[in-house]
């Protein structure tokens, strides 16, 4: 067990080069130092990644992500790549740090695709997300970046991201979500690896409505028949913005499925009711999408041991203790779900068992990409001291326990708005790398102009 007054006197901040963007043995050297704040306590936090540092970063890979289509199609067999798939990891930090350790750093030679959902639920969403951006930021083309439904403006007020925010960088925190929940809704949503096998948080999606006298109000009432999507209306679709309601905007609906839908054994594609967004699709669905597009694998992520133990029991799906479950295995292809966070969720009620369940990452190798060999691992245990930033138990398709969890201001699952104007570190904007490295070392503030939240998705969220 690290000495905790010991570990804090001997933390130093980290700086970007003066060169640009972070390099391999940047990275290196902040997955080091966010490792050993760990073990001093949240405030430690910005001991070694201080808020000017921070939101350079982001800011920094902020035009990266936003030049990405929303599709990403990879090509691996040029260079002989092999592509890991990660899923959630829900701000487990020590735990990526061990896929790290067991399977590689990024590099060159290999391409990693990460599934979704780095914050929320975990103690350590800060550490995730930005050792994850500076990788994105130091190999742009090797570490791909999805969309996952907590990389919203809502569910991370609701599930402890602003909260951890808060806790580890108090004032500077408003400006930091600011910048964080702007560069989110840059994320694509999904991967296509060697044009076979499909990378995406939740799933199947929806195509979109068709315009047409009345269809507003036809979608609202929920009574427009559900139309399966495909490739092509994913290349066109719309990332989403901060918050994507298809309740609000018809250009949503992908985004929404995307990152919210699940599968079931039942045939059929239907509004997902359980989670109050997103659909739920059978095989049926999955063997008409590999059919109709060509894809031999889709690869999903966005259900945990307790999502799958919690399912209603004429929906169970098999268990992914081991970090992996094959849901759909159809004559033309599977469709599986990676789960990356091992000994999850890290906080439980009371009186509750934990799962222990294995995590897993995919190997997808040449020629086909479409075969993965699967390796689980354990949980970094113990982990250090940490409290939970979101209240428990979270699960829940009660309404009044639903109220109780919402952000302060929030009636009805609307977040309230930000009165004050976020600040961000001198110099840092989109446009200019090398003045967000200038502005790293000097704790000067610049006002930004801030956006009101957007309200949320619905008012019954069920979350994973």
């Known amino acids: 067990?690290?000495?905790?007054?010991?570990?804090?006197?001997?933390?130093?901040?980290?700086?970007?080069?003066?060169?640009?963007?972070?390099?391999?043995?940047?990275?290196?050297?902040?997955?080091?130092?966010?490792?050993?704040?760990?073990?001093?306590?949240?405030?430690?936090?910005?001991?070694?990644?201080?808020?000017?540092?921070?939101?350079?970063?982001?800011?920094?890979?902020?035009?990266?992500?936003?030049?990405?289509?929303?599709?990403?199609?990879?090509?691996?067999?040029?260079?002989?790549?092999?592509?890991?798939?990660?899923?959630?990891?829900?701000?487990?930090?020590?735990?990526?740090?061990?896929?790290?350790?067991?399977?590689?750093?990024?590099?060159?030679?290999?391409?990693?695709?990460?599934?979704?959902?780095?914050?929320?639920?975990?103690?350590?969403?800060?550490?995730?997300?930005?050792?994850?951006?500076?990788?994105?930021?130091?190999?742009?083309?090797?570490?791909?970046?999805?969309?996952?439904?907590?990389?919203?403006?809502?569910?991370?007020?609701?599930?402890?991201?602003?909260?951890?925010?808060?806790?580890?960088?108090?004032?500077?925190?408003?400006?930091?979500?600011?910048?964080?929940?702007?560069?989110?809704?840059?994320?694509?949503?999904?991967?296509?690896?060697?044009?076979?096998?499909?990378?995406?948080h939740g799933g199947l999606f929806r195509a979109p409505p068709k315009k047409g006298k009345g269809s507003k109000r036809r979608r609202a009432s929920g009574v427009q028949a559900l139309t399966l999507g495909s490739l092509a209306d994913l290349r066109q679709a719309s990332k989403g913005g901060q918050d994507p309601d298809p309740e609000r905007s018809s250009k949503n609906f992908i985004a929404s499925d995307v990152m919210w839908s699940d599968p079931v054994n039942e045939p059929g594609l239907r509004p997902n009711e359980a989670r109050g967004c997103g659909t739920v699709y059978g095989p049926d669905v999955t063997q008409s999408f590999l059919a109709d597009n060509g894809v031999r694998l889709i690869i999903r992520s966005h259900e945990g041991p307790d999502a799958r133990d919690k399912r209603q029991e004429g929906d169970r799906m098999p268990s992914v203790d081991s970090g992996f479950a094959v849901d759909h295995d159809t004559p033309s292809g599977k469709l599986v779900t990676l789960f990356s966070a091992p000994d999850y969720p890290q906080f439980m009620a009371d009186g509750e068992e934990r799962y222990r369940n294995r995590a897993a990452v995919l190997h997808l190798s040449a020629p086909d990409y479409a075969t993965p060999a699967v390796h689980s691992f354990e949980a970094v245990l113990p982990r250090p001291q940490a409290d939970s930033f979101y209240a428990l138990p979270s699960w829940t398709d009660d309404e009044d326990e639903l109220a109780e969890q919402r952000p302060a201001g929030s009636t009805d699952g609307s977040v309230a708005a930000e009165a004050d104007d976020a600040e961000a570190p001198d110099g840092c904007t989109v446009d200019s790398n090398a003045a967000a490295v200038a502005a790293a070392g000097n704790g000067s503030l610049l006002q930004m102009s801030s956006e009101t939240a957007n309200a949320a998705m619905h008012a019954r969220i069920t979350d994973v």
């Open 1 to 200: 067990m690290e000495d905790t007054a010991a570990t804090a006197n001997t933390l130093q901040p980290v700086q970007l080069p003066a060169t640009g963007a972070p390099t391999a043995d940047f990275c290196l050297q902040l997955e080091h130092s966010m490792l050993k704040a760990t073990w001093a306590g949240a405030a430690a936090t910005q001991q070694v990644l201080t808020p000017q540092v921070l939101q350079c970063i982001v800011m920094g890979v902020a035009p990266i992500l936003d030049k990405e289509p929303t599709l990403i199609e990879v090509q691996p067999a040029v260079l002989q790549q092999q592509v890991t798939v990660v899923g959630d990891t829900h701000g487990q930090f020590h735990d990526l740090c061990r896929l790290f350790e067991l399977f590689g750093h990024p590099s060159t030679d290999k391409v990693y695709i990460f599934n979704g959902d780095y914050v929320d639920r975990g103690a350590w969403g800060v550490e995730t997300l930005l050792l994850l951006l500076a990788w994105k930021w130091a190999l742009p083309h090797n570490v791909l970046l999805l969309r996952g439904n907590h990389e919203t403006n809502t569910i991370t007020r609701i599930y402890g991201f602003y909260a951890e925010l808060k806790a580890k960088y108090g004032a500077a925190s408003k400006a930091l979500f600011t910048c964080i929940r702007r560069l989110f809704a840059h994320l694509p949503l999904a991967a296509l690896v060697q044009s076979s096998t499909l990378i995406l």
